[in-house]
């Protein structure tokens, strides 16, 4: 049983390979954040694993021990490492995959497995690694030991080395249609139609992002949230503005992600906003905002919108390299546009 929603050709493709024994020994996984990277890791993993005749079962000793992510011959390495089996748990602020960590994998992946006859090594957020760090797995991806298997997640493909992507077989971890999103909402969670559709059109076709606001349903709430803050920054002169800049750099150093959801939904406001000036509502992420925008669509120049979403954009990326954040985001509320009332 496969858990991936939307997946099928990745799928297919696993499934035939692994009966006619030849899978790749390096994979790379590449697609935006929460489009179901680490689902498909799992699936794979069973696949790898399972002990039934149709693989993966899900329900097999090997399955349960993937889903538990207790499987001793499995080495899941991130950011903080704190999904790491078999080895290393210790727990480290750390905000990248440094060396150690690949040195350690190298000397656990020759020991001989201890359930099965293979290993599998899983890194999500390849593109953490520092330079080192992906050059010593170079190393180990261009003789690796026999039976260990490489799946490399990354939501960032330009973030990783060259000869690195050349040492793997890419696979594409696809969007889905809101269509495909809205029926498994109301499938999975009895959501009303319109609530179905409105989390389809925020996850834009990232089926886990669609699961997680299901899940959290205050995310939905903080959107509101956001969508008044920013509908206000226009209104707002400098020092309003640089208090938001302000917050937002205070915010950054204690939860990232935190503000790296507010600034997805600046996008999704922004490109909301855009939508509804090209008469083309309907596609907007949710309905409740489109009287607003209609209403301020006059005051603000279409070039100041394709703007400020392409500083978004830049924003999103340079928080990711080590730029100053205050500087980042005193940019992108001054890049903001001033409703100028006539
Ligand atoms: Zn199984």
Redesign the pocket.
């Known amino acids: 049983m496969w858990n991936s929603l939307g997946q099928d050709d990745a799928i297919q493709m696993f499934s035939l390979a692994k009966t006619e024994n030849r899978l790749a020994h390096s994979y790379l996984f590449f697609g935006p954040d929460r489009v179901g990277k680490a689902t498909l890791a799992e699936d794979f993993a ?1 696949l790898l ?4 005749e149709i ?6 000793l ?2 349960k021990r993937v889903t538990s992510k207790t499987h001793t011959d499995i080495n899941w390495i991130e950011v903080g490492g704190e999904r790491d089996v078999g080895f290393s748990k210790s727990k480290s602020k750390s905000k990248s995959i440094g060396i150690d960590r690949i040195r350690e994998l190298r000397t656990a992946i020759n020991i001989k497995p201890f359930e099965g006859s293979q290993r599998l090594v899983v890194i999500l957020g390849s593109e953490d690694m520092t330079l080192e760090a992906s050059n010593a797995l170079l190393k180990v991806l261009e003789e690796p030991p026999e039976n260990v298997f490489f799946l490399l997640l990354t939501s960032n493909l330009s973030m990783i080395l060259p000869t690195i992507i050349s040492r793997c077989q890419l696979v594409k971890i696809k969007k889905v249609s809101d269509e495909f999103i809205k029926r498994y909402m109301i499938e999975k969670y009895q959501f009303e139609d319109s609530y179905a559709l409105d989390i389809a059109r925020l996850a834009s076709g990232k089926i886990g992002m669609a699961i997680f606001i299901a899940d959290n349903p205050d995310y939905l709430e903080s959107r509101l949230e956001i969508f008044s803050r920013i509908h206000k920054l226009l209104n707002s002169g400098l020092e309003e503005r640089f208090d938001y800049s302000e917050r937002l750099a205070m915010d950054f150093s204690r939860d990232p992600e935190k503000v790296h959801n507010e600034l997805r939904m600046w996008e999704i406001w922004w490109r909301d906003f855009m939508l509804v000036q090209f008469h083309s509502s309907d596609k907007a992420s949710s309905t409740s905002n489109v009287e607003d925008f209609l209403e301020l669509a006059n005051f603000v120049e279409i070039d100041d919108v394709i703007n400020i979403l392409k500083t978004i954009g830049r924003s999103i990326k340079l928080l990711q390299s080590n730029v100053n954040p205050r500087l980042v985001f005193d940019q992108l509320v001054l890049q903001t546009p001033v409703i100028r009332k006539k």
């Open positions: 069973r694993f399972c002990e039934d693989s993966p079962c899900g329900d097999c090997p399955c």
